[in-house]
């Protein structure tokens, strides 16, 4: 893994510039999103990556697993609902 440093600046506007080098390198493009994280004098930013359509589709087929070896159909899911929506 490869470390790099760098000196940037905020704006007064409170906005830092990525070095380039640094996003091409991490393919960083205008509206990439970040989770921010401070603590005392030090700033993290992790960059967010969206969910893949495979991961969703894995969590999916789990649950559908999960679902039949529970005996739950949508019939009961339906009446699950139903009965909740009831009670508020």
């Known amino acids: 893994m490869e470390k790099e440093f760098d000196v940037t600046k905020m704006s007064s506007r409170g906005q830092i510039v990525i070095p380039q080098e640094l996003r091409e390198r991490m393919n960083l493009e205008e509206g990439s999103k970040f989770a921010v994280v401070g603590m005392e ?6 960059k967010l990556e969206p969910p ?8 999916i087929s789990s649950l559908r697993k999960f679902g039949k070896e529970k005996g739950i159909n949508e019939k009961k ?8 929506r009831r009670r508020r």
Not at 52 to 59: H, P, R, T
């Open 41 to 46: 004098d030090t700033i993290i930013l992790k």
């Open 52 to 59: 893949k359509w495979e991961d969703f589709d894995k969590a």
């Open 77 to 84: 899911v339906d009446k699950a609902v139903r009965d909740i």
